[in-house]
Nanobody, 122 residues
Framework: QVQLVESGGGLVQSGGSLRLSCAAS????????MGWYRQAPGNQRELVAA???????NYADSVKGRFTISRDNVKNTVYLQMNSLKPEDTAVYYC????????????????WGQGTRVTVSS
């Protein structure tokens, strides 16, 4: 069973910073992609940033230059450093991974965290 535990959300003023963490645990052969998504009230869930096992990154245009995603492959943990936060960054942030499992054959599966709330006040 694979579990994701997120931490680091909270309330911050506009212009402030927060760092989100997401630790994955369980029986996995490897983790391919790790990413952060967010969902604001009334909106669809959207990709914020993603990072591959090789370190390649992808960002939503709205966060480029302000957010940085990183990962620790030893700890199976992904981080999202969020700087210069804006009220429009307010959302529930979800961690997601694509893990490779052994179920008689190597299989890729996606897992999601429970979400952590980020609120940016103006």
């Amino acid at each position: 069973q694979v579990q994701l535990v997120e931490s680091g959300g909270g309330l911050v003023q506009s212009g402030g910073s927060l760092r989100l963490s997401c630790a994955a645990s369980g029986s996995m052969l490897s983790i391919k992609t790790m990413g952060w998504y967010r969902q604001a009230p009334g909106n669809q869930r959207e990709l914020v940033a993603a990072i591959t096992s090789g370190g390649s990154t992808n960002y939503a245009d709205s966060v480029k230059g302000r957010f940085t995603i990183s990962r620790d492959n030893v700890k199976n943990t992904v981080y999202l450093q969020m700087n210069s936060l804006k009220p429009e960054d307010t959302a529930v942030y979800y961690c997601s991974i694509r893990a490779v499992l052994w179920v008689g054959v190597a299989t890729e599966r996606d897992y999601w965290g429970q979400g952590t709330r980020v609120t940016v006040s103006s």
